[in-house]
Nanobody, 122 residues
Framework: QVQLVESGGGLVQAGGSLRLSCVAS??????MGWFRQAPGKQREFLTQ???????YYSDSVKGRFTISRDNAKNTVYLQMNSLKPEDTAVYYC??????????????????WGQGTQVTVSS
């Protein structure tokens, strides 16, 4: 049974940093990534990392967020720097069994984490 367990969310002031983690269990995944959803908005693709190490970022977080993964631990991380109030959202870890390119549609991913709240105060 696949499980994704996220941690690391919380409250931070604008300009601060947070690091999210997501541990996957049950099998390995070719692609791991992050989405977020702010109140009243659709889920937004943020970033993806393939098992090869290839990374993809949305324009909204490029240069501020960094994705990484530890394949031995089946874990993906999201280092978020220079946070802004508009980054406030629920952040979701996502995984895809097979991947060879960038996937930005929520339906492209096989499993989702439960979500972790990130709140950035001004």
């Amino acid at each position: 049974q696949v499980q994704l367990v996220e941690s690391g969310g919380g409250l931070v002031q604008a300009g601060g940093s947070l690091r999210l983690s997501c541990v996957a269990s049950g099998r390995t995944f070719s692609a791991m990534g992050w989405f977020r959803q702010a109140p009243g908005k659709q889920r937004e693709f943020l970033t993806q990392i393939n098992v090869s190490g290839s990374t993809y970022y949305s324009d909204s977080v490029k240069g501020r967020f960094t994705i990484s993964r530890d394949n031995a631990k089946n874990t993906v991380y999201l280092q978020m720097n220079s946070l802004k109030p508009e980054d406030t959202a629920v952040y979701y870890c996502v995984v895809r069994i097979y991947a060879y390119r960038r996937y930005t549609d929520p339906n492209d991913y096989n499993y989702w984490g439960q979500g972790t709240q990130v709140t950035v105060s001004s």
